[in-house]
């Protein structure tokens, strides 16, 4: 099922998984705003202020930018650091790469199918992984397992 709010992006679906090219001045013109900045930009929202930070729902989160599959409800946890967080990822709905900005170090989580920037990912995680992936909610689609 696709989200309406996606109508008029023509690259968002959940059962496609080929690899997208598609230039940030394309994306600029169909993603909102906020979207646009952190997904493609890589900003961060503000911690705390994001619609999943605190949002226990089950069901699936996919790319908010191409619709790709991310992560599964029942492996978020509460981490208490501002954003929504998450010790398991899809491992073929992500990639990683290395992140130098800001004077850190750090592994930054991108969607696989359309290069958008989700988050970064940390090893200071709930088992049975330790891995934190701190995500955008910005960044993220929700789809309740009530609507399947």
């Known amino acids: 099922m696709e989200n309406s709010t996606h ?3 023509p690259y968002y679906s959940r059962t496609d ?3 997208l090219n598609v230039s940030n001045e394309e994306w600029r013109k169909i ?3 906020e979207v646009y900045a952190i997904a493609r930009e890589a900003n961060t929202e503000y911690p705390f202020t994001g619609k999943y ?3 226990d729902e089950l069901g699936e989160y996919y790319c908010a930018v191409c619709g790709n599959h991310l992560f599964r409800s029942s492996s978020k946890f509460a981490s208490s650091c501002g954003w929504p967080s998450f010790y398991e990822a899809d491992k073929d709905g992500v990639i990683y790469k290395r992140d130098t900005s800001h004077g850190m170090e750090r592994i930054e989580v991108l ?3 359309c290069d958008s920037h989700l988050g970064h990912v940390f090893n200071d995680g709930p088992p049975p992984t330790g ?3 701190c995500m955008n909610s910005a960044s993220l689609d929700f789809e309740p397992d009530s609507r399947k």
């Open 111 to 113: 969607c696989k199918r």
């Open 53 to 55: 930070n605190d949002f």
């Open 131 to 133: 891995m934190r992936f």
């Open 17 to 19: 998984k080929t690899k």
């Open 7 to 9: 109508t008029n992006n």
């Open 31 to 33: 993603l909102p705003p």
